[in-house]
């Protein structure tokens, strides 16, 4: 009896600690998971920061998902730190160059949905890279 409530106590300890650093929203993150190679993705590019991968339901003739493997929620969630400064201003560049990379000569649209009323369906920031056709406006 005392190892069962033990048990019961250290699991809502555990629950109750995750949920407020975030820890449960991490590992139930798709992805996260396609970050850390769990759940396999048609991957274009990758480094030890970032990963570009293509949409299982693209928007265009090209829409590719760049995201950080560091989990950060949403946009509101990117920190004025060296490191968050870092890590936006190398997804920024790279995308240039996955846009090159995926042929995308005569431009692209670059679109981040944040919070619930811009449409964030999957709580991992992430950025659509969108292009191989003309696009229009406005966008919704």
Same mark, same amino acid.
């Given at each position: 009896m005392l190892f069962t409530s033990l048990y019961i106590g250290v699991i809502?300890? =555990?629950?109750?600690f995750c949920r407020r650093w975030g =820890?449960?929203? @991490?590992?139930? !993150?798709i992805f996260? @998971?396609?970050a850390n190679g769990e759940i396999p993705a048609d991957v274009v590019y990758e480094d030890d920061v970032i990963l570009a991968f293509r949409d299982l339901a693209p928007q265009a003739p090209v829409h590719v998902l760049i995201i950080p493997k560091e989990h950060i929620a949403t946009l509101d969630d990117v920190e004025c730190s060296d490191e968050h400064r870092e890590l936006m201003g190398h997804l920024m560049v790279k995308t240039g160059e996955i846009a090159e990379l995926l042929g995308l000569k005569? &431009?692209?649209?670059?679109?981040?949905? !944040? &919070?619930e009323d811009g449409m964030q369906t999957v709580k991992h920031i992430h950025f659509h890279l969108l292009g191989g056709r003309k696009m229009g406006w406005p966008p919704g």
């Open positions: 809502w300890f =555990t629950i109750l =820890t449960i929203e @991490k590992m139930d !993150c996260c @998971k396609i005569n &431009g692209y649209r670059l679109v981040n949905n !944040c &919070g």
